[in-house]
């Protein structure tokens, strides 16, 4: 007579010690055990267990996302990491900033924080951009605010690095698109127009109370910064109309009383989200968002904070203006007046009506059309 398989199992599950002896240990091999349908070995349970606590211990070993801060000067950088790293310098030049990313590219973080220093940080952060890095500049107010919140009084160069390494943890900035070649040439040049300007105001008002001894030299020098100026504008010119879409939008913004070249160019030059942004939006960037100022029984109260104060004094200027020649913010600064609100505040309003107004010519590519009464 043959067996069949079937007899052959059956054989096998008849008297459970056949399968487990005394002490619980299988007589048969693992094998065989795995094959025998409905049978659960009484170490199954146990090796699940261990087997989930070894994922879980898994998943607890897995390192945390790593920050980098790094504090930029002329012969250094240094660099920290968050949560966890020993702090690092290297030289400012092309080698040291290579060193840095391969350091990084090692590291892979999260997010690099940098302080804003006046274009020395300027070198490393393309470096950093080249290398698809994710890098961000911040305000060094806003990071020296969080350095006094955490405690930390102390300023050196390393104690920077942490901070800022800390502050990208914390705070998580967003990342946000970096200028590119032609922007930051318009951005130089505006900056070195408004330099030559304020030279030029101070040499004047020295030039009234100087005694007569320096009078010559005083008026060589206000004859030669005036020449510089000139060419400074002649420069601004020729960057503009390098670039179609600059020379569309010049056009746009002039359109609307109160705005000259210099507000119009500082606009593009500084304020490169004009168009793309909400009327909401766009008042944060310049500083002219009204902001809440409540607290106890004071309520009602608004203020301007913060923001980037060459464009908001440039767009001082053009309220100025436009709330002599500009029919719809002259109606809108009387109306503010007769209400019973100061001068300031009035102009503080123009000043955001009129930011308003700029954003939406942009972003709908339509120009100033004067009110028909």
């Not at 054989?11 to 056949?18: E, F, M, Y």
């Not at 949560?83 to 990313?101: A, H």
């Not at 767009?315 to 002599?324: E, G, H, V």
Request: net charge positive.
């Amino acid at each position: 007579m043959v067996k069949t398989k079937q007899d052959g199992n059956r054989s096998k599950l008849t008297g459970s010690h056949r399968l487990f002896s005394s002490m619980g240990r299988p007589v048969l091999p693992p094998q065989e055990l795995e094959q025998l349908p409905g049978l659960i070995s009484p170490h199954h349970s146990q090796d699940r267990a261990t087997v989930e606590a070894s994922r879980e211990k898994e998943v607890s070993m897995e390192a945390p996302p790593t920050f980098v801060g790094i504090d930029v000067s002329k012969a250094r950088l240094d660099m920290a990491l968050c949560p966890s790293g020993v702090p690092q310098s290297f030289s400012n030049d092309e080698t040291g900033i290579k060193t840095l990313i391969e350091r990084l590219c090692e590291a892979k973080p999260v997010l690099i924080v940098l302080e804003a220093t006046g274009d020395v940080e300027r070198a490393v952060v393309r470096a950093l951009v080249a290398a698809e890095m994710p890098v961000t500049v911040a305000n060094p107010r806003q990071v020296r605010d969080f350095a006094k919140a955490t405690g930390q009084l102390a300023k050196t160069d390393i104690l920077d690095a942490q901070i800022l390494a800390r502050f990208a943890e914390a705070v998580r900035p967003v990342l946000r698109p970096l200028p590119d070649e032609m922007t930051l040439e318009l951005r130089a040049l505006i900056g070195r127009r408004r330099q030559i300007t304020e030279m030029l105001t101070a040499e004047k008002n020295r030039l009234s109370r100087a005694p007569r001894g320096v009078h010559k030299r005083i008026e060589a020098h206000i004859h030669w910064l005036e020449a510089e100026l000139k060419r400074y504008n002649k420069d601004l010119d020729q960057t503009i109309h390098q670039s179609p879409i600059w020379c569309e939008q010049e056009d746009l913004l002039k359109s609307v009383p109160g705005i000259g070249s210099v507000i119009s160019r500082t606009m593009l030059a500084e304020l490169p989200e004009l168009g793309s942004l909400n009327r909401k939006q766009i008042a944060a960037p310049v500083g002219v968002a009204p902001l809440n100022w409540d607290s106890g029984l004071l309520r009602g109260r608004r203020v301007i904070w913060g923001g980037r104060a060459h464009v908001r004094t440039a767009l001082y200027m053009a309220a100025l203006t436009a709330s002599r020649r500009n029919p719809v913010i002259r109606d809108f600064y009387r109306r503010l007046r007769a209400a019973g609100k100061a001068p300031n505040v009035a102009l503080v309003a123009c000043m955001r009506k009129l930011l308003v107004i700029l954003n939406a010519i942009l972003r709908h590519r339509v120009p100033w059309r004067p009110v028909v009464t």
